[in-house]
């Protein structure tokens, strides 16, 4: 650790900051330890505070004795603890300078772990994908391709797919595009032709970009009638490049290993080397893409994602920072001073690429509860701002809506940040474990299976749009939807993600680039700002039913039902911690117990772990069948990972990995707000060797 105006820091992150992030913005390192030691002093204790007003509303909520079904009664206790607070007069968020992916186009937002070179530069070369790989590779089109090499009857029914899209979203004047035979297309909309790039066809939908991929050479376009090889669409406008819940980072050395991604990203030289299919490759950045408009102007059309950092919230601490006192530093504070400081590479323009051409620095602030910690977070940033000399407001925010405290107050918490913030999302997986742990003591819970089909989420859903809209987020900001966490279930993505931009939702996430361009169909299907329009004048749905509790209606699950409920949650909460403690992989592809592989991130872990903690806080089942449960459970996860050479088998129960799955669950009613991140962190740690 190196003294830094008064501060400890690790010499990784230190020398990181002087030597990579300094140099070229024009901030000295004196000032800027000067400047952080500061916003340490003053934040430190103000973020402390947050979390012990956390503990005393979830004592009042666990101590109430009251029914939670009598709503008003529940209604009236929740504003008497203040965990309900009352609501700002009607106003207007008044955001400025937030680029056209945000404000106003609607598309996917994909989220990639930051600590994921490879994957983080394919993220953000996300915004064009190749619609007919999309569906050739994935369950998309029914069956698989059969034998080796292309299957000409799967390309067929690609093409057929492609072009019906193309039918729906550029439509020619007379026909359909599978009957299209080349030549200038004629469409029934022809200002939607809106460029060329050698004989591909450039065209705009609901603002959208398709380019229609024209190649006689190509073994595609060559059996075309048309010559047609490819469809490629515009695809996640926006990418999170995420430090939070999808990446395992302990220490000084994770910290900075993410930190130096975003930075390679924010000056455009981030590159990986990796090998695939027996090749090296090198990964770097897309250009932006060039066509001639039909004046003969050049066209350009940005070629990489928006790109969004998200920080970690205010519950943990880092090592890489020790305060004058000797206790560790908030980590989400030296996040955002460290994360805005290397955006400055972006507005400086010290980089190859503009991320955000309108000069803003998108941070995305997961986990915070209601409006005081959204004040907080104004705050800091206005804090951050001064410190690196950028005019207030520099700094956006995008507020997950995914804590109760925080859906309960929406209005007043999008008012603590009115001035910047750029969205409002639906995370509503840690929503649905926030929902769990809030109401741990009220009784046992409905089955994790059936919680997407409860009052309270659908209230939560709709109330997160109204509400957006009744705050003018409409042309200022995001209105988002959630994860779809079935990466390889792509039909089943097709069909129900529809369902997102039906909303008003502006945009949506995605696991995926695969999923981004699939999901990108549904934006030229639905017009979400006539869809906002229609649903404008709908009135919020009520708090009553945000309020309703999904406590379980008796007791009837049978025990085979119990069982399975339980080797569920084990399975995937083994399956994801294993690699979490073992490998430090924050985001993984785990198989449930009907083999189906599902993205687990900490948020998802949060919901096994309290799903499980209830039940046996509430005597639904016992701790030896929790027991039995993992040691079932660690014997198939084994087996799923036997084909990895890095993989320490959980069987035995001997290994951290097993010992923390153990404690998330039977220590999981005392875990803050019922994350997974204190333990996690331990026994990462441990295992790191701390
Ligand atoms: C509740 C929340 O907070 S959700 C937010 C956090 N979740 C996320 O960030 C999800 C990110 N997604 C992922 O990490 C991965 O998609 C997983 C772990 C779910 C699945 O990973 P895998 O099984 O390795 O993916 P799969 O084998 O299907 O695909 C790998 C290819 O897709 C790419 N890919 C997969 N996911 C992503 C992504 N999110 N961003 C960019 N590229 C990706 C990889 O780069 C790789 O391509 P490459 O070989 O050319 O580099
Ligand atoms: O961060 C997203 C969530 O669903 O949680
Ligand atoms: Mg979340």
């Known amino acids: 650790m190196i003294d830094k105006a008064g501060l400890k820091v690790a010499a990784p992150l230190a020398d990181f900051i002087e030597a990579e992030v300094l140099p070229g913005t024009g901030i000295d390192a004196a000032g800027f330890w000067h400047g952080t030691a500061a916003i340490l002093a003053a934040f430190a204790p103000r973020n402390r505070a947050l979390l012990a007003r956390r503990d005393e509303l979830q004592a009042a909520i666990d101590g109430w004795d009251g029914d939670v079904t009598d709503t008003a009664a529940y209604e009236a206790f929740l504003r008497a603890i203040g965990y309900l607070v009352p609501e700002p007069?009607?106003?207007?968020?008044?955001?400025?300078?937030?680029?056209?992916?945000?404000?106003?186009?609607?598309?996917?937002?994909?989220?990639?772990?930051?600590?994921?070179?490879?994957?983080?530069?394919?993220?953000?070369?996300?915004?064009?994908?190749?619609?007919?790989?999309?569906?050739?590779?994935?369950?998309?089109?029914?069956?698989?391709?059969?034998?080796?090499?292309?299957?000409?009857?799967?390309?067929?029914?690609?093409?057929?797919?492609?072009?019906?899209?193309?039918?729906?979203?550029?439509?020619?004047?007379?026909?359909?595009?599978?009957?299209?035979?080349?030549?200038?297309?004629?469409?029934?909309?022809?200002?939607?032709?809106?460029?060329?790039?050698?004989?591909?066809?450039?065209?705009?939908?609901?603002?959208?970009?398709?380019?229609?991929?024209?190649?006689?050479?190509?073994?595609?376009?060559?059996?075309?009638?048309?010559?047609?090889?490819?469809?490629?669409?515009?695809?996640?406008?926006?990418?999170?490049?995420?430090?939070?819940?999808s990446i395992a980072a302990v220490d000084a050395d994770d910290k900075v290993a993410a930190y130096r991604n975003w930075l390679g990203l924010m000056r455009g030289d981030l590159a990986a080397?990796?090998?695939?299919?027996?090749?090296?490759?090198?990964?770097?950045?897309?250009?932006?893409?060039?066509?001639?408009?039909?004046?003969?102007?050049?066209?350009?059309?940005?070629?990489?994602?928006?790109?969004?950092?998200?920080?970690?919230?205010?519950?943990?601490?880092?090592?890489?920072?020790?305060?004058?006192?000797?206790?560790?530093?908030?980590?989400?504070i030296v996040d955002a001073i460290v994360t805005s400081a290397i955006a400055l590479h972006d507005l400086k323009g010290l980089g190859r690429f503009r991320n955000s051409r309108t000069g803003s620095i998108y941070i995305v602030k997961p986990k915070m509860h209601g409006p005081d910690e959204a004040a907080f977070t104004n705050d800091l940033f206005d804090a951050v701002e001064d410190l690196l000399g950028l005019p207030r407001h520099t700094i956006k925010v995008g507020v997950m809506d995914e804590e109760r405290r925080t859906s309960a107050n929406l209005v007043a918490t999008i008012h603590a940040v009115q001035d910047r913030i750029v969205f409002i999302n639906t995370g509503f997986l840690d929503r649905t474990g926030d929902e769990i742990h809030t109401s741990m003591r009220a009784g046992p819970m409905i089955r994790k299976g059936a919680m997407k089909a409860s009052d309270w989420i659908a209230a939560y859903e709709d109330r997160n749009v109204q509400i957006g809209l009744a705050c003018g987020l409409s042309g200022r900001a995001q209105i988002g939807k959630g994860m779809w966490a079935a990466p390889d279930r792509m039909a089943d993505m097709l069909d129900q993600k529809r369902s997102h931009p039906m909303t008003g939702a502006n945009t949506a996430w995605v696991p995926s680039p695969t999923a981004a361009t699939l999901h990108a169909t549904h934006y030229h299907d639905v017009?979400?700002?006539?869809?906002?329009?229609?649903?404008?004048?709908?009135?919020?749905?009520?708090?009553?039913?945000?309020?309703?509790?999904?406590?379980?209606?008796?007791?009837?699950?049978?025990?085979?039902?119990?069982?399975?409920?339980?080797?569920?949650?084990?399975?995937?909460?083994?399956?994801?911690?294993?690699?979490?403690?073992?490998?430090?992989?924050?985001?993984?592809?785990?198989?449930?117990?009907?083999?189906?592989?599902?993205?687990?991130?900490?948020?998802?872990?949060?919901?096994?772990?309290?799903?499980?903690?209830?039940?046996?806080?509430?005597?639904?089942?016992?701790?030896?069948?929790?027991?039995?449960?993992?040691?079932?459970?660690?014997?198939?996860?084994?087996?799923?990972?036997?084909?990895?050479?890095?993989?320490?088998?959980?069987?035995?129960?001997?290994?951290?990995?097993?010992?923390?799955?153990?404690?998330?669950?039977?220590?999981?009613?005392?875990?803050?707000?019922?994350?997974?991140?204190?333990?996690?962190?331990?026994?990462?740690?441990?295992?790191?060797?701390?």
Not at 291 to 318: K, Q
Not at 666 to 675: C, H, I, K, L
């Open 89 to 245: 007069a009607p106003f207007e968020v008044a955001t400025e300078n937030v680029d056209d992916e945000i404000a106003r186009l609607a598309g996917p937002q994909l989220v990639v772990p930051a600590l994921n070179a490879r994957f983080a530069l394919n993220a953000a070369n996300a915004r064009w994908g190749s619609l007919y790989d999309a569906l050739y590779g994935t369950d998309a089109i029914p069956g698989s391709p059969a034998g080796k090499g292309y299957d000409p009857d799967r390309g067929a029914k690609v093409i057929a797919w492609a072009k019906a899209f193309l039918d729906r979203a550029v439509p020619l004047a007379d026909g359909s595009w599978a009957d299209w035979t080349g030549g200038t297309p004629t469409l029934a909309d022809p200002s939607q032709l809106v460029g060329r790039n050698g004989d591909n066809w450039l065209f705009r939908h609901h603002g959208l970009h398709i380019e229609v991929v024209v190649d006689p050479a190509h073994p595609i376009g060559r059996s075309d009638p048309a010559h047609i090889a490819d469809v490629l669409l515009e695809s996640a406008l926006t990418t999170i490049i995420d430090l939070e819940d």
């Open 273 to 332: 080397s990796f090998t695939k299919g027996g090749e090296t490759m090198t990964r770097t950045l897309e250009d932006d893409r060039r066509y001639t408009a039909s004046d003969g102007s050049e066209l350009i059309v940005p070629g990489r994602s928006l790109l969004f950092v998200r920080n970690v919230g205010h519950l943990m601490t880092t090592p890489a920072v020790l305060l004058a006192d000797g206790s560790e530093a908030p980590e989400g």
């Open 527 to 690: 017009d979400v700002f006539a869809r906002r329009a229609e649903r404008a004048a709908e009135p919020v749905a009520p708090l009553s039913k945000l309020l309703a509790v999904p406590l379980a209606k008796g007791r009837n699950w049978s025990p085979e039902e119990i069982r399975e409920e339980l080797d569920n949650n084990a399975q995937g909460i083994l399956g994801y911690v294993v690699r979490w403690i073992d490998q430090g992989v924050g985001c993984s592809k785990v198989l449930d117990i009907h083999d189906i592989g599902l993205m687990e991130d900490r948020a998802t872990l949060r919901i096994s772990a309290q799903h499980m903690a209830n039940w046996l806080l509430h005597g639904v089942v016992t701790p030896p069948e929790i027991d039995a449960a993992f040691t079932r459970m660690a014997a198939k996860v084994d087996a799923q990972n036997a084909g990895d050479p890095a993989y320490e088998p959980l069987s035995g129960g001997a290994g951290l990995a097993y010992q923390a799955a153990r404690a998330l669950v039977f220590e999981g009613v005392d875990q803050p707000s019922g994350y997974t991140e204190p333990l996690l962190h331990a026994y990462r740690l441990r295992k790191k060797g701390h």
